[in-house]
Nanobody, 123 residues
C-alpha cells in the first residue's frame, strides 16, 4: 500500500510557475514508477508526465513538453512537477500516481493515487 499526498497547487497568472510535490508513504517508494495526471472541469483525466523508479527515464505529454519537468528524490520519497510558462489551459486538478515497474501514459495502469491538488492559471 502506498499513500500519496500532493501539495503545491494554487492560483497563478499566465506565464507563471508552480512546483507540485507528491510525498509517498511506503519504504519501498523507490521501486515505483510515478506519474502525474490532471483533470480539468468537465474533462477526463489526462496524462502529464511519468518518471521511472530510478529517475533515469522521463516522458511528457506533448502539451507540456518543454514547460514541465518531472523529478524524484527517492531518499525523501518525493516526486515533483516543476511547471513553467503556465497557460490557462493548464488549469486542472493534478494527481500523482504510482505503479510497479515502468511508467505509463494510461491512468488505469496505476495502482495508487493521491487526492489531487488544484492548479488554476488566470489569463
Amino acid at each position: 500500500q502506498v499513500l500519496l499526498i500532493e501539495s503545491g497547487g494554487g492560483l497563478v497568472p499566465a506565464g507563471g510557475s508552480l512546483r507540485l510535490s507528491c510525498s509517498g508513504s511506503a519504504h519501498t517508494f523507490s521501486r515505483y514508477a510515478m506519474g502525474w495526471f490532471r483533470q480539468a472541469p468537465g474533462k477526463g483525466r489526462e496524462f502529464v508526465a511519468h518518471i521511472s523508479w530510478s529517475g533515469g527515464t522521463t516522458f511528457y505529454a506533448n502539451s507540456v513538453k518543454g514547460r514541465f519537468t518531472i523529478s524524484r528524490d527517492n531518499a525523501k520519497n518525493t516526486v515533483a512537477l516543476q511547471m513553467n510558462t503556465l497557460k490557462p489551459e493548464d488549469t486542472a486538478v493534478y494527481y500523482c500516481a504510482a505503479r510497479d515497474y515502468s511508467g505509463s501514459i494510461y491512468d488505469y495502469e496505476y495502482d495508487y493515487w493521491g487526492q489531487g491538488t488544484q492548479v488554476t492559471v488566470s489569463s
